[in-house]
C-alpha cells in the first residue's frame, strides 16, 4: 500500500486510539515518526513508547497513550498544519507560543525535529509538522 502522508496516518492513529480510551497503539516505524512521538513523550502527552522488530525486518512503533487520574484524555486536539499539497515553512520570527504555551507547535528543522520553543531557543525555522494541545 502506497502512502502519501506518513505523518497524517501517525497523527490520524494516535488520535483514533485516544478517542476510543485505547491504552497503545502501532504504528509503522520511520525516523521523523520517532522524533515526533519522542517529543510527544517529551513534552508529556504521552505516556512512553517502544520499537518492535517485526517479521522480514520491518519495525514498528508501540506508543503508550497518557491519560490522567480520572481517565481524562491529556490531548484534547492533534492536527497536521503541513500538507503534501500545501507545505507550511515559517521562519523563527513567525513561530508564536501554541495557544499561548499551553499546547506544542512541532517543526522539522536543520537541527532535526524541534518544538516551537526550542526553534525560539536556538533562532532557527522550518517546517511546521503539527500542532498538539
Known sequence: MCMTDPIADLLTRVRNANRIDDPSCDIPYS????????????????????????????????????YGPDGERLMSTIKRVSKPGCRVYRPVTEIAPVLNGLGIGVYTTSRGILTDKDCREQRVGGECLCEVW
Request: net charge positive; no cysteine; proline share 0%.
Open 31 to 66: 525516523k521523523i515518526k520517532r522524533g515526533l512521538v519522542d517529543i510527544l513523550k517529551r513534552e508529556g502527552f504521552i505516556k512512553d513508547f517502544r520499537e518492535l522488530d517485526l517479521d522480514r525486518g520491518f519495525k514498528a512503533l508501540r506508543v503508550y497513550l497518557k
